[in-house]
């Protein structure tokens, strides 16, 4: 009675199958969690548009206001501490595919010594403070925004926003800086050109993947 089983060539047939399907699904694995991180990131920002019209409710229409829209070296504990009773849970101030970017933006991530520091994941459009006063005195990561962007756009101007603002004016957005071109090859949920869930003064949540410069308001 003769034995059968694999030979050495039909097991490295298999492997090599094996070996094949993973690298077919993997990727499409990683865009599903990405998906999923999108999902969740713009969860976020709908609370925190909510939360921030009811701070205005109380506030005489008022927006929450900080001083800067981003800046590593001034936290955000005044733009916190306006919104933190109108919600529930820390978290949704910190997207949940910042991780990707920590490296080089380490105060946007959902730590405990960001939490307490007041530090926050996202950048809001209300402030009060002109913004080429955001130190430190060059551009950098999380400067960027200021520097490039907001003062090429409306200039070196404060932005103090009330419920009388246009609907469609940005209100909230992800945290990653480069909204035009892709650096160190990471961008949030995904897209070559990189992309950004924004909330806008009405509350609505859209995904911008196409160059965000062209939709700001």
Not at 9 to 26: P, Q, R, S
Not at 53 to 70: G, W
Not at 175 to 187: A, E, N, Q
Request: proline share 5%; glycine share 4%; net charge neutral.
């Amino acid at each position: 009675m003769s034995k059968s089983g694999f030979t050495l060539i039909e097991l490295l047939v298999v492997i090599a199958i094996i070996a094949i399907l993973a690298a077919i699904l993997f990727p499409v694995f990683s865009r599903a969690r990405e998906a999923a991180r999108k999902t969740s990131c713009a969860s976020n920002l709908r609370q925190l548009g909510l939360a921030s019209h009811m701070y205005a409710q109380d506030h005489d229409e008022l927006l929450p206001c900080d001083y800067y829209a981003c800046n590593s070296s001034t936290t955000h504990a005044r733009l916190v501490g306006q919104i933190l009773p109108y919600i529930n849970n820390t978290q949704i101030m910190y997207c949940p595919s910042a991780c990707r970017i920590q490296t080089w933006v380490p105060e946007i991530v959902g730590t405990e010594a960001n939490i307490a520091a007041g530090n926050i994941g996202y950048y809001c459009f209300s402030y009060d403070q002109a913004p080429s006063t955001v130190a430190p005195a060059s551009p950098s990561y999380s400067t960027w925004i200021s520097w490039a962007f907001l003062i090429k756009r409306i200039g070196d101007t404060p932005r103090i926003m009330s419920e009388q603002w246009d609907s469609d004016c940005w209100l909230w957005s992800d945290p990653w800086c480069k909204l035009t071109r892709i650096d160190h090859g990471v961008t949030l949920h995904g897209s070559h050109t990189c992309s950004i869930n924004i909330c806008y003064l009405d509350g609505h949540v859209k995904f911008q993947s196409a160059p965000a410069k062209l939709v700001f308001k």
